[in-house]
């Protein structure tokens, strides 16, 4: 079975500047979230898709972040103006979505390592 | 607002010896709890799911256990090798499938 995708890897851009990264996760999987990860700190959650549908974005800082999943599949995160402070990992999960007394659960990508200069 | 703490933030034990490492969390409305493992530079690796209705689970040399009631879940790594060092990170998932994690305890195994 496939992994989470993300791609890319590395990417180092100048702050006021755009970038975007993909997500692709495991077939079958409903609910995709996007992390981010500052060095030295656990993930703190970005957005949250059931299928095409946000469920939670409510620390997505809505004035440069985006994110889109379109059909219910793949992913996408965009950050636009970029600022010093966005300099993170960015890690896309994956899990079935439970319903009522059932959770799954997360599987997660490599992550797509940020550095705004 | 469920907050989830993990202490220490960093723990070094010679080989052989056995880990413990501690998650607790603010609120018991759980459906699961999941312990991660990150590598420097890569993704987190899940190692264990314990479900809300569940005390512990094992694999291997890791067992997990979960005390909802209390607030906490620890995770037991039996005689530690230097490959077990990595960041440990625990999650609690609750309603609307929403995961907080904790900040990670770093391990340190030294031969």
């Known amino acids: 079975e496939a992994g989470v995708a993300q791609s890319p890897r590395y990417k180092i851009i100048e702050k006021r500047q755009s970038v975007a990264f993909w997500c692709n996760p495991i077939s079958g999987h409903a609910t995709l979230y996007w992390y981010q990860q500052i060095l030295g700190q656990g993930p703190k959650l970005l957005i949250q898709?059931?299928?095409?549908?946000?469920?939670?974005d409510s620390q997505l800082p809505k004035d440069r972040f985006s994110a889109e999943r379109l059909k219910g599949v793949d992913s996408t995160l965009k950050i636009q103006p970029a600022k010093l402070e966005d300099s993170a990992v960015y890690l896309c999960?994956?899990?079935?979505?439970?319903?009522?007394?059932?959770?799954?659960?997360?599987?997660f990508g490599e992550g797509s390592r940020l550095t705004v200069l | 607002k469920q907050e989830v703490t993990q202490i220490p933030a960093a723990l070094s034990v010679p080989e052989g010896e056995n880990l413990v490492l501690n998650c607790s969390f603010t609120d018991s409305a759980i459906y699961n709890l999941q312990w991660f493992r990150q590598d420097p530079g890569k993704g987190l690796t899940s190692l264990l799911l314990i479900q809300s209705s569940q005390r512990e689970q094992t694999s291997g040399r890791l067992n997990a256990s979960l005390d909802k009631s209390s607030g906490r879940s620890t995770l037991y790594i039996a005689a530690s090798q230097p490959g077990d060092s990595a960041t440990y990170l625990c999650a609690v998932k609750a309603a609307g499938n929403k995961l907080t994690f904790g900040g990670g305890t770093r391990v340190l195994v030294k031969p």
């Open positions: 898709f059931q299928n095409n549908g946000v469920v939670d």
């Open positions: 999960a994956s899990s079935l979505w439970g319903g009522s007394g059932v959770s799954g659960e997360l599987f």
